[in-house]
């Protein structure tokens, strides 16, 4: 029957299927030798087990950011994404 409204946005943990809410998270980086912690970033976040995952949408900023700081001499980098 009709009048089932569906509950789309609600996104599940993949580790405790606990719900996901939107929130900024600082994401360690390993690139080869190397430590980049990219803060603030826009993240979906599992209200249970707290693990946080990267939204897709931010992705492909996220990487040219860590294509950049692979460039630098320094063995740790701490950067804001918003500025980044
Ligand atoms: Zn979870």
């Known amino acids: 029957m009709t009048g089932k409204r569906e509950k ?3 996104k599940k943990c993949p580790l405790c299927c606990g719900e996901m809410y939107d ?3 600082a994401i360690p980086f390993l690139i080869g030798e190397k430590v980049a ?3 603030d970033v826009p993240s979906e976040i599992c209200s249970d087990c707290n693990e946080a995952y990267m939204k897709s ?3 492909g900023k996220v990487e040219s950011v860590l294509d950049r700081l692979e460039e ?3 063995e740790i980098s701490i950067v804001h994404y918003e500025v980044a």
């Open 8 to 10: 789309s946005k609600v």
């Open 23 to 25: 929130g900024i998270t």
């Open 72 to 74: 630098l001499h320094s």
């Open 37 to 39: 912690v990219i803060k």
């Open 57 to 59: 949408s931010v992705v």
